[in-house]
């Protein structure tokens, strides 16, 4: 039972934050679900216990990581439905500092990365009968902030992909769509909302006054995979508690 009842899901950066709230989520209503990240960030301790999740340790930056995630999918639930793009990382440097490689890495985790997933579950995808893809972007796919050049440029990449993907992939039944989380409680920003003051000001500078959880993004992800959110493709969804109102 449950609004995922029966599906097999994917949910990418599954070791903190969004992604182990939604894989968590997922699986409590009633998806099978393979949470993915990185060896060595307590992927299996994250859901130790939890009924419905299998772990997979694999960095999405690996050339083979879209088959591989894929085909580890396949492996354990027999069918795939829903792939959640949601790892990512945040990498902060002025266009005058960052370097090559912060570049790089920002680029391959949080857009190459999920081209390739997502090209890659397209024929697992065309055989369900309610093929999802939902994947992170942020509210900075849309604004920007000092430091945040790659960020932003990899965002407002997966916005414009995504929206692609709607288009191409919408004859086979599959939706695409991304969330816009605002400024959300979890391992990325542990340190500078470690800082009160910093917390305060980003919690004032919302409608609803008060930082997201994780759990808020995960109810907002779990809509698009779910069948409520039949007829909506191609579609941003912002989750911000008002952040991004002025
Ligand atoms: P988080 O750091 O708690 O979680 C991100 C996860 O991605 C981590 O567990 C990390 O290990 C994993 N990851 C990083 N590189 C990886 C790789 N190469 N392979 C596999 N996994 C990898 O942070 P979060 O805020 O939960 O981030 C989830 C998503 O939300 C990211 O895409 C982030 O950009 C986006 N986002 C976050 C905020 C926010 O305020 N926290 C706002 C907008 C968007």
């Given at each position: 039972?449950?609004?995922l009842a029966?599906?097999?899901a994917?949910?990418?950066?599954a070791?903190s934050?969004?992604?182990?709230?939604?894989?968590?989520?997922?699986?409590a209503?009633g998806a099978?679900?393979l949470?993915?990240d990185?060896?060595?960030?307590g992927?299996?301790?994250a859901?130790?216990g939890v009924?419905g999740?299998?772990?997979l340790?694999?960095?999405?930056?690996d050339a083979?990581?879209g088959?591989?995630?894929v085909a580890?999918?396949?492996?354990a639930?027999g069918?795939?439905d829903?792939v959640?793009n949601?790892a990512g990382?945040?990498?902060?440097?002025l266009?005058t500092a960052?370097?090559a490689?912060?570049?790089?890495t920002?680029i391959?985790?949080?857009?190459?990365?999920?081209?390739?997933l997502c090209?890659?579950a397209v024929p697992e995808?065309?055989k369900?009968?309610a093929?999802?893809i939902?994947?992170?972007?942020?509210v900075?796919a849309?604004f920007?902030d000092?430091?945040?050049?790659?960020?932003?440029?990899?965002?407002?990449g997966?916005?414009g992909l995504t929206?692609?993907?709607?288009l191409?992939l919408?004859?086979?039944?599959?939706t695409?769509?991304y969330?816009?989380p605002g400024?959300?409680q979890?391992g990325?920003?542990?340190e500078s909302?470690a800082n009160?003051?910093?917390?305060?000001i980003?919690?004032?500078?919302a409608?609803?006054r008060?930082?997201?959880?994780?759990?808020d993004?995960?109810?907002?992800?779990?809509?698009l995979?779910?069948?409520?959110a039949?007829?909506v493709?191609g579609?941003?969804l912002v989750?911000?508690?008002?952040?991004?109102?002025?």
């Open positions: 039972t449950g609004r029966g599906r097999a994917i949910v990418t950066g070791a934050g969004i992604g182990r709230a939604s894989a968590q989520l997922f699986a209503e099978q679900v949470a993915v990185l060896p060595d960030r992927l299996p301790v859901h130790d009924d999740v299998r772990c340790e694999k960095s999405v930056r083979d990581a088959t591989a995630i580890a999918a396949v492996e639930f069918r795939l829903i959640f949601n990382v945040g990498i902060n440097a266009t960052m370097t490689e912060q570049w790089d920002t391959a985790v949080n857009l190459t990365a999920v081209f390739r090209q890659a995808l065309q369900s009968d093929p999802r939902v994947n992170t972007a942020s900075m849309r920007t000092y430091g945040l050049p790659a960020y932003c440029a990899s965002k407002a997966v916005a929206r692609t993907l709607a191409e919408g004859k086979f039944g599959i695409a769509n969330i816009e400024a959300i979890t990325m920003t542990a909302f009160e003051e910093i917390a305060a980003w919690a004032k500078k409608a609803l008060r930082l997201g959880r994780p759990e993004i995960a109810r907002g992800a779990l809509f995979a779910s069948d409520d039949a007829f493709t579609h941003g989750v911000d508690g008002g952040l991004t109102l002025r």
